[in-house]
T-cell receptor, first 116, second 116 residues
Framework: AQSVTQLGSHVSVSEGALVLLRCNYS??????LFWYVQYPNQGLQLLLK??????LVKGINGFEAEFKKSETSFHLTKPSAHMSDAAEYFC??????????????FGKGTKLSVIP | GAGVSQSPRYKVAKRGQDVALRCDPI?????LFWYQQALGQGPEFLTY????????KSGLPSDRFFAERPEGSVSTLKIQRTQQEDSAVYLC??????????????FGSGTRLTVV
């Protein structure tokens, strides 16, 4: 079984400031981890994913995340926030093997506001 | 098509009414998924198809929910005798091949169902 906890349902940052969205997971086998972004009335868009290999992964729009097994974390960061980053962000996990390895389990989401 | 298409975008149903939600996946995509996203929550897995075979329906919340994909392309999610707790956004996603997430999922924009 797997689960995801996103700390903070709402995060506000100033334009140009660091963005940090927190995600912790639990998984019975090595996980695959993902961050998605959802703009109002739109579907989910994949920002980045970790499967195997390098633990620091870079995604679209300048976002990156680091897989830390010892901390069971996969926090999302961006050095400098832009107004267009305002959206809802979801962390998700799936099992790398076994039954249900195709199922994504999502966190409850973090709504990011960017203040001009 | 270029993306996953869902229709209708919005549906208002009276309690007790039956509804049908349609998903047109990307042409050639073998795998198709349905997720339910309640207000303020992350998406939750409902069901998974590989071609026309429904391999997992463990997430369907009750026997009022039924999904089909008879020819391995278009899928329909049907909800009978809708209730207020069925109000949510229903997301469809498709993937090129199999259960391996490495191929990536593409999500549609969803159908927002409101039961009054």
């Amino acid at each position: 079984a797997q689960s995801v906890t996103q700390l903070g349902s709402h995060v506000s940052v100033s334009e140009g400031a660091l963005v940090l969205l927190r995600c912790n997971y639990s998984s019975s086998v090595p996980p695959y981890l993902f961050w998605y972004v959802q703009y109002p009335n739109q579907g989910l868009q994949l920002l980045l994913k970790y499967t195997t290999g390098a633990t620091l992964v870079k995604g679209i729009n300048g976002f990156e995340a680091e897989f830390k097994k010892s901390e069971t974390s996969f926090h999302l960061t961006k050095p400098s926030a832009h107004m267009s980053d305002a959206a809802e962000y979801f962390c998700a996990v799936t099992l790398s093997s076994g039954a249900g390895s195709y199922q994504l389990t999502f966190g409850k989401g973090t709504k990011l506001s960017v203040i001009p | 098509g270029a993306g996953v298409s869902q229709s209708p975008r919005y549906k208002v149903a009276k309690r007790g009414q039956d509804v049908a939600l349609r998903c047109d996946p990307i042409s050639g995509h073998v795998s198709l998924f349905w997720y339910q996203q309640a207000l303020g929550q992350g998406p939750e897995f409902l069901t998974y198809f590989q071609n026309e075979a429904q391999l997992d329906k463990s997430g369907l919340p009750s026997d009022r929910f039924f999904a089909e994909r008879p020819e391995g392309s278009v899928s329909t999610l049907k909800i009978q005798r809708t209730q207020q707790e069925d109000s949510a956004v229903y997301l469809c996603a498709s993937s090129l091949a199999g259960a391996n997430y490495l191929y990536g999922y593409t999500f549609g924009s969803g159908t927002r169902l409101t039961v009054v």
